[in-house]
């Protein structure tokens, strides 16, 4: 037993192996700048070939590089006794051999490029059915694959290594997610596909109008272009309504009948990856800005006393009240459910010196009118048929009417007075005129006397 040992030793310190047995051959794959490891193992003793040709050998535990070939990347760890190579290059594909205290092993080592990461791009949002394609260069005995939770969907491989390989999907559930999966026997690059991202656009946003303004139901219309997984839902706090149509040329449109004028509506539309909501005020789509009201005399031909009546009118509308005021106090107010026939409110008017108008109101606006008392109220006397009874004058004058009384009381007082002096005058003119003409007579008469009496 010891020639025989001695002799085993001394051949392998020369380079040269004695199989005991046809080595076993067994398949490595390795990746261009990867690391492989082979697994059989040389502790003690035992040498690593590559093609035949030995590259290194162990004796005690100490590894002795024999060729340049893998020089630096040829890696052996003592404490495991397995070789490995490092920096893999495609011309380091071949048979590789190790033998150590055991039965050589041969390994067929295969280095390929590292497959490219697939590119996944939508086909056709707008159709029915959401198709996708993935794409990813080719290589040596590259697979393009499409899986759904693991399951292969379907494949390709193309010996044409100038073209990318190309793989369409026809995505049917929604709900599911999907793989698209570059592999070599070395390597494999995966994409995960959503079906929200790929096969949704982002929706558009809503459009709502009203429908009926002036009936005694408000109704709006909300309207969305449509698209795949387009609902659109009318809310109020909670789902009031909702539509949706598989037909994708046709907008979606939805009514609503608005109930409740002091709550808020929203209009959503929304589908897997986006939702927009438009919010909806009965205030601005229910309601149509009041008119201005109008007022007229209604007081009676001939009638007698303080009383004057006038009449404030208004179209009537949705929500909208009349009211007469007097300088902020409400003294009366009607509204009607019948938007045919506009809306009327008398008022006996009592106190000539306050200030009254009438209002128009609904929840989005108000118009007011003042009416002049003086001009609508206005006494005028009436001719009867006999000529002798006539209207009693109202003596209740505002106070505007009392100055212009007073002021033309004044003005009659001085043009009489005027005319008192005026006349006064002239008797004292002609009192003095008279006098002096009878002064002159009698000097005149006395002399025509005295001129006898000088020629006697």
């Known amino acids: 037993m010891r020639p025989a040992v001695i002799l085993m030793f001394t051949c392998w310190s020369a380079g040269v192996y004695i199989p005991f047995a046809q080595a076993e051959l067994k398949k490595l794959n390795g990746i261009v700048g990867g690391t492989v490891s082979f697994p059989a193992a040389a502790k ?62 041969t390994y067929q080592l295969t280095v390929y490029n590292p497959v490219s990461t697939p590119q996944v791009s939508s086909r056709k949002k707008m159709k029915h059915t959401c198709s996708v394609l993935c794409s990813v260069e080719n290589g040596r005995e590259v697979t393009l694959s499409w899986q759904r939770e693991g399951e292969i969907l ?39 596909v959503r079906p929200e991202k790929y096969c949704f656009d982002p929706v558009s946003t809503p459009q709502v109008s009203s429908r009926n303004k002036m009936k005694p139901t408000c109704s ?72 201005k009201p109008r007022i007229t005399n209604t007081t009676a031909a001939g009638s007698r006393g303080r009383c004057c009546s006038v009449l404030c009118s208004v179209e009537n509308g949705r929500e909208v009240t009349l009211s007469w005021q007097r300088e902020g106090e409400t003294l009366s107010n009607i509204s009607s ?60 004058f505002s106070s505007v009417d009392r100055v212009v009384l007073y002021v033309m009381f004044v003005l009659r007082l001085v043009e009489f007075v005027l005319v008192t002096l005026a006349v006064g005058l002239l008797i004292h003119l002609y009192r003095e005129g008279r006098v002096q003409t009878q002064h002159s007579t009698e000097r005149r008469g006395k002399t025509k006397y005295q001129e006898p009496d000088s020629a006697l």
Request: aromatic fraction near 6%; charge should be negative; include cysteine.
């Open 154 to 192: 379907s494949h390709t491989s193309s010996p044409d290594l100038n073209t990318p390989l190309s793989l369409p999907l026809e995505i049917e559930e929604y709900s599911s997610t999907y793989s698209c999966v570059a592999a070599n026997p070395a390597s494999n690059k995966t994409v995960t």
């Open 337 to 396: 459910p019948d938007l045919n026939t506009p809306l009327s409110l008398p008022l006996e008017i009592e106190e000539y010196s306050s200030t009254y108008s009438c209002v128009a109101a609904n929840p989005v606006s108000e118009q007011r009118s003042f009416f002049s008392i003086s001009e609508l109220c206005r006494v005028e006397y009436t001719d009867h048929s006999d000529k002798s009874d006539h209207k009693a004058p109202d003596t209740n």
């Open 220 to 291: 709006v219309l909300c309207s969305v272009e449509n698209g795949r997984g387009h609902p659109v839902l009318a809310e109020r706090g909670e789902t009031l309504s909702h539509t949706s149509s598989p037909d994708l040329n046709t907008p979606l449109s939805l009514p609503l009948e608005i109930e409740e004028y002091s709550s808020t509506y929203s209009c959503v539309a929304a589908n897997p990856v986006s939702n927009k909501t438009v919010t909806v005020r009965p205030k601005e789509f229910c309601f149509e800005p009041v008119s």
């Open 44 to 105: 003690q003793t035992g040498f690593f070939s590559m093609n035949g040709s030995q590259i290194s050998k162990v004796i005690s535990s100490k590894k002795h590089n024999l060729s340049i070939r893998l020089h630096g990347r040829l890696q052996w760890d003592s404490s495991t006794g397995l070789f490995s190579i490092t920096d893999l290059k495609m011309e380091d594909s071949g048979e590789y051999r190790v033998q150590g205290n055991h039965m050589p092993t």
